[in-house]
């Protein structure tokens, strides 16, 4: 999350002031209670927090608004072209498996992505599933690991 406000800072020409905390609840008590101005936040973790009024949502950070959010514009929307931040998990395998195992895998992986009971799931979570090839994976995964790079650098992060 802290990059996500680096990447905003940089894209938007914005001074921002990191908070680092040492406990997991302290940055959304802190939130709550108007302490800190902002966080960026998860979907599944924001949700409870719109829905109790604890938060007001300001912008979701994926090319379209989100399906548990319906009300909250994207960041493209408010004007900040090509500001794209999504959660995104993946499966890997080590380097030498060979390729029909790999093929298998994937196959069996479309099939759940596909699944009617994991897309009602996903949407409860306001989730997406992308069912790329293994390529198109190693690329995503690629560029992801340049762009955060990009901004590590830029904001002159370094390491704890």
Sequence with gaps: MHLCGELLAHMAGLKLTHIPYKRAAQPYADLASGRIDFMFLGTTAVVPLVSASKVRALAVTSPRRSTPLPDVPSMEELGLHCYKVVAWNGISAPARTPRPILEKIH??????????????YLRKTGSDAVASTPEQFSAFFRNEVDKWAAVIKSAGIKPE
């Design 107 to 120: 196959a069996d992986l479309v099939k759940v992505i596909g699944s009617a009971d994991f897309a009602q």
